[in-house]
Nanobody
Framework: QVQLVESGGGLVQAGGPLRLSCAAS????????MGWFRQAPGKEREFVAC????????YYTDSVKGRFTISRDNAKNTVYLQMNSLKPEDTAVYFC???????????????????WGQGTQVTVSS
C-alpha cells in the first residue's frame, strides 16, 4: 500500500506561484508513475500532469503547459507540482496519484492510477 499526502495548497492571487508537494509512505516511490489531477466544484476530475518513475518523461494537459512543472525526488519519496502564472480557472482541489510501474510514456486517465491522496485546495483570486 502507498499512502499519499498532499500539501502546499492555499489562496493566491492571479499571476502568482504555488508549489504543491505529495509525500508518500508505505512504499518507495521509485517504482511508481506519479500524476496530479484536479477537480473544480461541479466538474469532473481532470488530469493535470504526470511523471514517469525515473523522472525522464513528463506530460501535461494543454491548459497548464508552460506554466506548471512536475518533478520528483525519489530519495525523499516526494513529488512536486510547481505552478506559475496561476489563473482563476486553476482553482480546484488538487490530488496526487500513484501507479505501480507501467510501460507507457504517460498515463492521463484517473483509471490508470491505483493510489490517491486526499487532495489540497488551491484557490486563485482574480
Amino acid at each position: 500500500q502507498v499512502q499519499l499526502v498532499e500539501s502546499g495548497g492555499g489562496l493566491v492571487q492571479a499571476g502568482g506561484p504555488l508549489r504543491l508537494s505529495c509525500a508518500a509512505s508505505g512504499r518507495a516511490l521509485s517504482n511508481y508513475f506519479m500524476g496530479w489531477f484536479r477537480q473544480a466544484p461541479g466538474k469532473e476530475r481532470e488530469f493535470v500532469a504526470c511523471i514517469s518513475w525515473s523522472g525522464g518523461n513528463t506530460y501535461y494537459t494543454d491548459s497548464v503547459k508552460g506554466r506548471f512543472t512536475i518533478s520528483r525526488d525519489n530519495a525523499k519519496n516526494t513529488v512536486y507540482l510547481q505552478m506559475n502564472s496561476l489563473k482563476p480557472e486553476d482553482t480546484a482541489v488538487y490530488f496526487c496519484a500513484a501507479r505501480f510501474l507501467g510501460s507507457s510514456r504517460y498515463y492521463a486517465s484517473a483509471r490508470d492510477y491505483n493510489y490517491w491522496g486526499q487532495g489540497t485546495q488551491v484557490t486563485v483570486s482574480s
